[in-house]
């Protein structure tokens, strides 16, 4: 039992050490300067589609230096997410993964509290998320997890740029995620 606890206590400092947590006290949970004063949806949830058909290998491409053959988008139809895939060497199992999401987010949720109260802890217990200005309703970017999270009126979509948070070769050629992210996200019809 005692091995359980501290095997449970080591992996506990580890998440808090390396992981993209922290303690939410000393957060200001009354600012709410990140959301847009006047925004309108151009896409409705109910009109969206694969988000797989709103980027283009050749765009992801460039972005990594690969051939277009390389990159792999997985998604279909009926289905709100897609999965990036960037094969980076001859080694098929070499690849970098990402990810388009978009889900539904009511605004006003049933306990009557506001998607900006979840936000605002979102933001409050991770190390690096940055408020974005000019996307959506709202826009966070977690640069732990590479990744951008807009809001808008009554879903959200998320963007992971394709990376490696093990891979040493990756790290190494110290992407831009960020701006890899927001032009994905450009590309969408949701911010056209």
Known sequence: MKKLIALSFICFL???CFGDKKSGIGTDFNDKSFVAKSFKNKVSFSE???PCNYITKGTIAKMYNVAEKDVHLIGNQNSTACSIRVKMS????????????????????EDGSSWID???????????AK?????????????????????????TMSVTAPGSAFNQIEKDKKRDYKSIVLKLAKQTPLLK
């Open 14 to 16: 580890l998440s808090s």
């Open 131 to 155: 408020w974005i200005k000019g996307l959506g309703k709202a826009a966070m970017y977690k640069s732990k997890k590479r990744e951008l999270i807009i809001k808008f009126t009554d879903y």
């Open 48 to 50: 969206i589609n694969s």
């Open 90 to 109: 001859d080694n098929e199992f070499d690849y970098i993964t990402g990810s388009i999401n978009i889900y539904e987010e009511k605004d006003k949720l």
């Open 118 to 128: 979840s936000w605002q802890i979102q933001k409050g217990v991770s190390k690096s």
